[in-house]
């Protein structure tokens, strides 16, 4: 079993703790090392990701990978050694959460800690939070198990994973955590009148602040991890999950 670290934002928090969130989205290069080495700019190869095809696996700890093919410098396509991308995470890995946090003296303990995301639904008093990359894992007070890592289209979400990335939570929640990227661009949900439509609008929130452009990933239709959640503790503090 191994650790990752996972970014997530208040809202999230708040539907895993409610129960309502068993899934997590995480773009192809995000959770894919070897994809930024092998197209990295200074090469010649260009991957062409609209003709990537996946390979499933029965079984195992990693249940799909992603064949890529590239372009090269000369105009050749190479299809027959195509790159193929695996995630990052295996079945039976944990993954522990990031999220804004602050200390509210200079002591070192858990009890020490405030989060942006309070789990009482009261809202935090405006304070400059540290981002949540700069958390250490002692600090961390969620943890998640990875029953399953699939690969599809962003926009290939079905209804039934919308609801179970907690869509339902992110509706309900928000204007209520100053956090939340979606209460600064109100006017990016005027209009939605459907689950998919606010699931596009969070995405675009998280990912890209609001601003759904030419280079969105939701309009460009990328390829995303799929990471099925189990086990799913999300407590007051780091000591609380003490075993």
């Avoid at 309070?118 to 943890?143: F, Y």
């Avoid at 907690?166 to 600064?184: C, D, K, M, N, T």
């Avoid at 990328?222 to 959640?229: A, G, P, R, S």
Wanted: hydrophobic fraction near 40%; aromatic fraction near 6%.
């Amino acid at each position: 079993m191994i650790l990752h670290p996972i970014d997530l934002s208040a809202p999230e928090i708040l539907a895993l703790a409610a129960g309502r969130k068993r899934q997590h989205r995480v773009p192809l290069l995000d959770g894919t090392s070897q994809a930024r080495d092998f197209f990295d700019a200074k090469t010649s190869r260009r991957a062409l990701f609209d003709q990537a095809t996946v390979i499933d696996r029965e079984g195992g700890l990693v249940h799909c990978g992603l064949a890529v093919p590239y372009l090269h410098q000369d105009g050749h396509v190479e299809t027959r050694d195509s790159v193929v991308l695996w995630p990052r995470w295996m079945v039976g890995d944990c993954l522990w959460g990031r999220e804004a946090w602050s200390a509210r003296s200079s002591g070192e303990g858990p009890r020490n800690l405030e989060y942006a995301a309070r789990l009482d639904g009261q809202r935090q008093s405006c304070r400059r939070w540290q981002s949540r990359r700069t958390m250490p894992r002692t600090a961390s007070r969620i943890t998640l198990g990875i029953a399953r890592v699939t690969l599809e289209r962003l926009q290939s979400i079905t209804h039934e994973s919308i609801l179970a990335e907690g869509i339902e939570a992110f509706s309900q929640e928000l204007g209520r955590f100053a956090s939340h990227p979606l209460v600064h661009h109100r006017a990016h949900l005027r209009g939605l009148t459907t689950l998919r439509e606010a699931f596009a609008a969070q995405w675009c929130a998280l990912r890209h602040r609001g601003r759904c452009g030419a280079n969105c990933s939701w309009l460009r239709n990328d390829w995303v991890w799929v990471l099925h959640l189990r086990d799913v503790k999300v407590c007051e503090s780091p000591e609380a999950l003490a075993p």
